[in-house]
Nanobody, 122 residues
Framework: QVQLEQSGGGSVQAGGSLRLSCSAS????????MSWYRQAPGKEREFVAG???????NVADSVKGRFTISIHNAKNTVYLQMNSLKPEDTAMYYC????????????????WGQGTLVTVSS
């Protein structure tokens, strides 16, 4: 289990922006491919965006053109820049390690952050 530190959530008006961050900076011997998921009340957790250590990324259709994922490998930190936010984006956002480069035991995949709440008002 990787300890992931999330920040950047909050409340914003529709059309506004937020930037989320998720850091595994304590794991200096690792590099991670990472991703973002979100879960709204009464709904299943869904994929938002993912990125590999080479910068290759993909985003869900629901946020394409509005959200951008980026990663700083040396810091083991992934970011989610959220622009043109809509009330439908309101959810708890979670980051996750997808691939750990440096050993599957000491750099494990499928570790989740604690989540950060994003609330978008109309």
């Amino acid at each position: 289990q990787v300890q992931l530190e999330q920040s950047g959530g909050g409340s914003v008006q529709a059309g506004g922006s937020l930037r989320l961050s998720c850091s595994a900076s304590k794991y200096t011997h690792c590099m991670f491919a990472m991703s973002w998921y979100r879960q709204a009340p009464g709904k299943e957790r869904e994929f938002v965006a993912g990125i590999d250590t080479d910068g290759t990324s993909n985003v869900a259709d629901s946020v394409k053109g509005r959200f951008t994922i980026s990663i700083h490998n040396a810091k083991n930190t992934v970011y989610l820049q959220m622009n043109s936010l809509k009330p439908e984006d309101t959810a708890m956002y979670y980051c996750k390690t997808d691939i750990g480069y440096g050993g599957s035991v000491v750099c494990p995949a499928n570790s989740w952050g604690q989540g950060t709440l994003v609330t978008v008002s109309s």
